[in-house]
Structure formats: structure tokens, C-alpha cells
């Protein structure tokens, strides 16, 4: 066995490496980026070496750096997890050259399916069906939309390195092919140094049926059965599970039977996946194999009782894999839900920020969250946006589903946007329990998924209004609870006058939105004036992270984190983040210009499609922004003619920033 594992990347992955070669007496190092130093990856392992830089390209993917970490450290294998140098065929070439084991397959296999028109060819060649497209060398403009016109419409191009949604477009007609195609190869050079593409029919309402495959140097080639994962957004995956709601045994086999295939055919060794779509008709496709750990292998984890992370290690030091086809084992049903920082409320962009608050839910056999996150942890706008991945089992598919979604009701990340709302009212929605989805699923939902009570929102007002009338007008101190005096009006400097009620105002901004919540007290408590109602209370009963509060209509609970004048709120299961708007000496709330674009979040000016003067119609893109590897489409909010550009291309820019002015 290995005398020391280098673990060469970063976050839940680098953590769930190091528990298994913890678990196996295998001394761990850990690599880290400046912005990583204190980052929970590099608390859990034995030993830690920086390697400088906040970008990816200075850090996790400086071949040069994790080579040096491994030699100083001595390590004598390396495990890449998977993203950064899990696929580089060139880095385990490297490994093998300076005496270091890399846990993953050969280069010759990563080469192959790395390149998506090489894995195509393969695939063919080997009798696993493909989707009409064209994966030639002939990259030109020219040749890519005749092919385009052949394949036929809507078609997906995609980036020939691709992987984890990046690099993908679909394009609905040929007039929209030109720039799609244009974004893709730029997308493309920035993730993966290569703009070469391919193009694939568009398989409309299909599934994405994914096959966990295992090879050692023995010549043994097993699967682990199949992972669903249609439920997703911007192409990459939000929930998957196994196995796959509604697989026949006969279906299972021909998928499989392809799988395995798939792997013999390139003698493939270590952890793999064969993706394919799943059509309506049960006909399927080949769409790419990927030479790594999966994100979503936790689920195949807990319907077969196998640690993968322990069979990659296991195989990479030469024994055979543990168990062949008929021992492996399939038990009940796991849902996995990836949380991210993201805003699904705007098209699912990538959030940074401080994690102020966080609390997971109870962990056991049937419920795991794998982490590289916690309390007061930053999220880098360098990195990927994954906070956590929830993983449940159950012995059903119907369990399982109970389990999620109670698990998500008490998943607590507070200080920035994120997707567990989101994610809730996804697996309760009516066509994810009855297991009828497909790829297409959150597109054709989005409206409802999106769309939270309304009738909680005075509710989380009222909660909010609480709160900063307890702290008065100093935020940033929430006065002891355990004060029995806590509510004298002595210790506030408002209005009040001896004799009379107390009449107070808190201004509460929302979404860009201020909202008034007028509060009254007296000796029995409080009385709310909203807009359309008034409600009577007792005084809350406020904690570190939580808020309470018994009106006549029941008790009202919260989840919370301050910060400043901020208040980030959780109550049934919905975000808020409640500003507080002292109006008693400047009158009026700040207020962004009704002229002025702001940016959705912080990234790099990749392009400006508008100049000075121009005239712009509501929707027209106007600019695109990276952030995160993936590129992002700013548009116009309203019609008018452009004033001002604040920032030119290559410009970093931070959320909320001005970055162009429209007026009429």
C-alpha cells in the first residue's frame, strides 16, 4: 500500500479522500491555494503544503507545484479527486516519470475519452450507439454550419475537452448558430485551452442514464449499476439518484452490457462513467465516458455498500477489484441533492461570499453530507460554487424521497444566495416524487419551482421587523436574550413618551424593494400593521440562530445570521435577506438609479456587444461575464440608449457593480 497520499485538490472531494485513506491507515497530504489556508480539506489530512495563488491555473492545476508538494512531502501516489487534474493525460504521464502512483486510469484511456469526437469514433467502432452530429477535424466556420444544417436543428454543440456543463449551447434555429458557436469556443479556450467543438442531434424529453463502471490490471471489468441524472440546469446536474426511477431489468442489461463494452474496449482501468440519454422509447445513446470519481458517486456508495474512493486506491496499487459482477449488491434507493451558491432566481448565477451561518442536518447510514464548507468559510469566485452534497437512502424510492426533503428542510446556509429553497420545492414537486422526469424537467417547471409561497412573506416581516426592533438602532449588537428587561424603553432611543404606546417603523429592504413594518408595543406585547393585516404577538424569543415568535395565528420560527444592518432569514423553508433602512435622519432608503445595470456577480468582462449612443431593446445582450469557468449573459433590463460603459473588456468587476447606464 501507499506509504502517502498527496490528495491534489481542493473542497468536499479533497475531505472525502482523505476519510477513506484515514479509514485505511494511509497518511494524507493536502494542497492549498492562499485563499485555502485555513480551508477544511487542509484541517482533515496529515499534512498540509501551500501553493501559492488564488486561480485555479496558480494553484490546483500548476503540474509543476502539486509535482514539487509530492516530492517534498513524500508522497507516493497522488489522488486528483475529480475537475482540475483528474483527466489530464499529460499530469499522469508526469506522475509515472517522477516514480508517483496516479490513482486513475491510463493515460491512453484518458486521452481517448477526453476528447468527446475520439470517444464518439470509439464508441462507434465498438457497437455502442451515438447521436448524429459531426466530430471532424475540419473546425472552420464554414464547415461547422453546413454540418450544423445537416445534423438538423435544435442540435448542442459541444466542446470537444468538455465536461461539467461547460463548454455546451443548445442552438433552437440556424439563425442563432453564429453566436452560439462563437460562445461555446470561447468558453471552451478560457476552461479547457481548446475551442475545438462537436455537434450532437438535440434529443428532446431524453433521460441522462449514467453507468458506474470498475477495471483493474487483471483484466476484471464490473459495473455498479446506473446513477439518474435528468434533473438539471445550465447542463449540469442538480439531484441524481439510484437506481434510475422505472428501469426495467431487461433496459439495466443493454445498458450495462454497453457500459462494459465501453470500458473493454479502451482497457480500462480504476473508477469510470458511461453516460448516455435514454429516449422515450428506451433507445439510447452514448454521450461520454468520464475517466474519474463522479461528483454524484456517493449515491452508488449507499445502494451498494462500497467505498469507490477505496476501490480506486485498491486497484491503482495493483490488487484486484474486491468483488466481481455477481457479488455486487443493490439495496434500496439514495438521492443525492448538490447544493450550490447560486441564484436560481437569476438563472442559476454562481454567488461568492461569506457563509455567515451554516447547520447541516443530522448525519447517520442513512443520511450523508460530504463538505468542504463551514461557519465563516468564504465561497472564491476562483472555485466552484458547490457548498455540500446531501446523499440519503432509504429502502424506497418514495422514502427516499420523504428523506430529502425533510433533510433539506433543516440544511441551514445563511450569508449568501443558494439552492436549497429551490431543491425543496423540487423533490416535492409532484412529477420528481412520481419519478416521471427528464432532462427537461426544471425547464419545463421552472415557473413553479421558482415561485415560493407569497403568504409566508409577512411572516418572515414580521420576524425580521422583530429582530432590529430588539437590537434598536444599533444592528450590528443584538442585546442579551436573557435580559428581563431587554424590552424597557429606556434602552431605546425612539420616540416613546411615558404613558402612551410605543409606535415604531422598521423599513425593511428586500430584493431592491423597501418594506414597512409598523410595530406597536405595549404590556401584552406587540400589535403588526401590515398592508393587508394586523396580527398581535408576545414579545420574540430571539437566541443566537434562532427567532420565535407566538402570534394568535401560531408560532412563527426563523433561522438566522446577522451581519451589520443585514439580516439573513430562513423561515419555511424560504431565503430572505432583510436589509435595515434607518430612514430617522436621511428620510430616504440608498436606492440603486433606475438607469443604472448592475452586475449580477463578481467575474471578468469577457466581451461588450453595445457602444455609447447605441439604442438597445429590453433583453438585447449587452455584455458577457465570467465568472466560475462558465460564461454569463448580461442584458438589457429596459429600452433606452447607453449613457455610460463603466468597465471595458478584462475588467473585474464585483457584484452590484455599475457596469453601463440606460436611459430613455
Not at 472525502?16 to 484541517?43: E, Q
Not at 419519478?435 to 424537467?441: E, K, L, R
Not at 432590529?468 to 434602552?491: E, I, M, T, V, Y
Not at 398592508?531 to 430571539?542: G, K, N, Y
Amino acid at each position: 500500500m501507499f506509504e502517502k497520499l498527496l490528495i491534489a485538490n481542493r473542497g468536499e472531494i479533497a475531505c472525502r479522500v482523505a476519510r477513506t485513506a484515514k479509514r485505511m491507515g494511509i497518511p494524507t497530504v493536502a494542497v492549498y491555494s492562499d485563499i485555502d489556508r485555513h480551508a477544511l480539506h487542509v484541517k482533515q489530512c496529515t499534512q498540509a503544503i501551500p501553493i501559492g495563488g488564488a486561480t485555479t491555473l496558480e494553484s490546483y492545476l500548476d503540474t509543476g507545484k502539486i509535482l514539487k508538494a509530492a516530492e517534498q512531502s513524500g508522497a507516493t501516489a497522488i489522488h486528483p479527486g475529480y475537475g482540475f487534474l483528474s483527466e489530464n493525460a499529460e499530469f499522469a504521464e508526469m506522475c509515472a516519470r517522477n516514480g508517483i502512483t496516479f490513482i486513475g486510469p491510463t493515460a491512453r484511456s484518458i486521452r481517448i475519452m477526453g476528447s468527446k469526437s475520439a470517444a464518439r469514433q470509439c464508441m462507434a467502432d465498438a457497437g455502442v450507439p451515438v447521436l448524429a452530429g459531426y466530430d471532424g477535424e475540419d473546425q472552420s466556420v464554414s464547415t461547422l454550419t453546413r454540418e450544423a444544417g445537416k445534423t438538423g436543428f435544435p442540435l448542442l454543440i459541444k466542446a470537444v475537452s468538455g465536461g461539467g456543463g461547460k463548454g455546451m449551447r443548445r442552438v433552437g434555429k440556424p439563425e442563432d448558430f453564429a453566436g452560439s458557436l462563437a460562445a461555446v469556443q470561447r468558453e471552451s479556450r478560457s476552461a479547457f485551452a481548446d475551442e475545438r467543438v462537436i455537434l450532437e442531434k438535440y434529443l428532446a424529453e431524453a433521460r441522462h442514464i449514467e453507468i458506474q463502471v470498475f477495471g483493474d490490471r487483471h483484466g476484471n471489468r464490473v459495473h455498479l449499476f446506473e446513477r439518474e441524472c435528468s434533473v438539471q440546469r445550465r447542463n449540469q446536474k442538480m439531484i441524481e439518484e439510484s437506481p434510475a426511477a422505472g428501469m426495467t431489468g431487461s433496459l439495466r442489461h443493454d445498458m450495462t452490457e454497453a457500459a462494459i463494452a465501453c470500458a473493454r474496449s479502451i482497457q480500462y482501468i480504476g473508477a469510470g462513467t458511461v453516460e448516455f440519454l435514454l429516449a422515450p422509447d428506451h433507445s439510447f445513446y452514448f454521450m461520454e465516458m468520464n475517466t474519474r470519481l463522479q461528483v454524484e458517486h456517493p449515491v452508488t456508495e449507499m445502494v451498494t455498500g462500497l467505498d469507490l474512493v477505496e476501490w480506486q486506491i485498491l486497484v491503482a496499487a495493483g490488487h484486484a477489484l474486491p468483488c466481481l459482477q455477481p457479488d455486487i449488491p443493490l439495496s434500496g434507493h439514495a438521492i443525492e441533492a448538490r447544493i450550490y451558491a447560486e441564484n436560481p432566481e437569476q438563472e442559476f448565477l454562481p454567488t461568492a461570499g461569506k457563509v455567515h451561518y451554516l447547520e447541516q442536518p443530522e448525519t447517520n447510514a442513512r443520511t450523508r453530507v460530504d463538505t468542504g464548507v463551514e461557519s465563516g468559510d468564504e465561497i472564491s469566485v476562483h472555485y466552484d460554487p458547490m457548498i455540500a452534497k446531501l446523499v440519503v437512502w432509504a429502502g424506497t424510492r418514495n422514502e427516499a424521497v420523504s428523506s430529502v426533503a425533510r433533510a433539506l428542510r433543516n440544511y441551514h446556509v445563511l450569508g449568501l444566495d443558494n439552492n436549497i429553497p429551490f431543491l425543496h420545492r423540487l423533490v416535492n414537486h409532484s412529477a420528481f416524487k412520481n419519478g416521471c422526469y427528464s432532462t427537461s424537467f426544471v425547464e419545463n417547471h421552472i415557473e413553479e419551482l421558482l415561485a415560493g409561497p407569497r403568504h409566508h412573506f409577512n411572516r418572515a416581516l414580521m420576524l425580521a421587523g422583530s429582530y432590529f426592533l430588539l437590537a434598536g438602532n444599533q444592528p450590528n449588537h443584538l442585546p442579551d436574550p436573557n435580559d428581563s428587561d431587554r424590552w424597557s424603553p429606556w434602552k431605546h432611543s425612539d420616540l416613546w413618551q411615558n404613558g402612551l404606546e410605543r409606535h415604531l417603523s422598521v423599513f425593511l429592504e428586500h430584493r431592491s424593494e423597501t418594506h414597512t413594518v409598523r410595530i406597536s408595543t405595549h404590556a401584552a406585547g406587540l400589535r403588526f400593521d401590515l398592508p393587508d393585516e394586523s396580527v398581535e404577538a408576545r414579545f420574540p424569543e430571539i437566541t443566537a440562530h434562532r427567532i420565535s415568535l407566538q402570534t394568535t395565528a401560531g408560532k412563527l420560527t426563523g433561522v438566522m445570521a446577522a451581519a451589520g444592518s443585514v439580516l439573513f432569514l430562513r423561515h419555511r423553508n424560504e431565503h430572505y435577506r432583510f436589509r435595515h433602512v434607518d430612514r430617522r435622519f436621511d428620510g430616504q432608503p440608498a436606492v440603486h438609479s433606475a438607469n443604472s445595470l448592475n452586475a449580477p456577480m463578481p467575474g471578468s468582462v469577457v466581451s461588450i456587444s453595445v457602444n455609447e449612443g447605441q439604442t438597445v431593446t429590453e433583453g438585447e445582450p449587452v455584455m458577457v461575464i465570467e465568472a466560475m469557468k462558465m460564461e454569463h449573459q448580461v442584458r438589457a433590463p429596459r429600452p433606452g440608449k447607453v449613457h455610460a460603459i463603466h468597465f471595458a473588456e478584462g475588467d473585474q468587476v464585483k457584484e452590484g457593480q455599475v457596469l453601463l447606464e440606460i436611459g430613455r
